[in-house]
């Protein structure tokens, strides 16, 4: 069964550094595409940028480049989304989701992580 | 980027009767080397991360029910409920995989009149 997992509930102030996680299990986490998805309160969905695990090659949104960093490690099947210095405007539930198709970047996100809520105070 | 637009922001249907959503992309999302639309359909209820439901435009996720239906081509698309039923309360978004980045439309929120 996949299965993405993600870090705990954050609560950090303005300037603070944060690292959140996600773990892909169930299947090939190197095969498939990975991204980040934003959903501010009670608003939509925005796509951060996807990763390939194989060799991290890293397509960021444009709204979000330089305001985030993506990573992986291939050998514990997780990738990572930080940032280096909050703001009360990064509060939102941030999702992880993979691409459903094995080594294609055009591909629905299929698989959902349960999200993990990140709340910022100033 | 590509600009997805979804149509109504809300709908109130009766239990029964059909819902109907409709998703405009900017430019198409029709790739004509292989004929397929790159485009999604998602639900997400309240408290829950979204849950796909239809990709290249009108084929079902496996386990959904064959009451959601996707159809369109190029830039117009259409997600159809054939029988609203209580548990499709939900927020229902479209979204693109044709180039990157991935874009969503706003979201239509469905409801029970």
């Known amino acids: 069964e996949v299965q993405l997992v993600q870090s705990g509930a954050e609560v950090k102030k303005s300037g603070e550094a944060l690292k959140i996680s996600c773990k892909g299990s169930?299947?090939?986490?190197?095969?498939?595409?990975i991204g980040w998805v934003r959903q501010m309160p009670g608003k939509g969905l925005e796509c951060m940028g996807i990763?390939?695990?194989?060799?991290?090659?890293?397509r960021y949104s444009p709204s979000f480049q330089g305001q985030v960093t993506m990573s992986v490690d291939k050998s514990t099947s997780t990738a990572y989304l930080q940032w280096s210095s909050l703001q009360a405007s990064d509060t939102a539930m941030y999702y992880c989701?993979?691409?459903?198709?094995?080594?294609?970047?055009?591909?629905?996100?299929?698989?959902w992580g349960q999200g993990t809520l990140v709340t910022v105070s100033s | 980027d590509i600009v997805m637009t979804q149509s109504p922001d809300s709908l109130a249907v009766s239990l029964g009767e059909r819902a109907t959503i409709n998703c405009k992309s900017s430019?198409?999302?029709?790739?004509?080397?292989?004929?397929?639309?790159?485009l999604a359909w998602s639900q997400q209820k309240p408290g829950q991360p979204p849950k796909l439901l239809i990709y290249?435009?009108?084929t079902r996720e496996s386990g959904v029910p064959d009451r959601f239906s996707g159809s369109g081509s190029g830039t117009d698309f259409t997600l159809t409920i054939s029988s609203l039923q209580a548990e499709d309360v939900a927020v229902y978004y479209c979204?693109?995989?044709?180039?990157?980045?991935?874009?969503f439309g706003q979201g239509t929120r469905l409801e029970i009149k």
């Open positions: 989701a993979r691409l459903g198709r094995e080594g294609s970047i055009e591909s629905p996100f299929d698989y």
């Open positions: 169930g299947y090939s986490f190197s095969s498939y595409w």
């Open positions: 990763m390939w695990p194989g060799d991290s090659d890293t």
């Open positions: 430019q198409s999302v029709l790739y004509r080397s292989n004929n397929k639309n790159y």
């Open positions: 290249w435009a009108s």
């Open positions: 979204h693109q995989y044709h180039s990157t980045p991935i874009t």
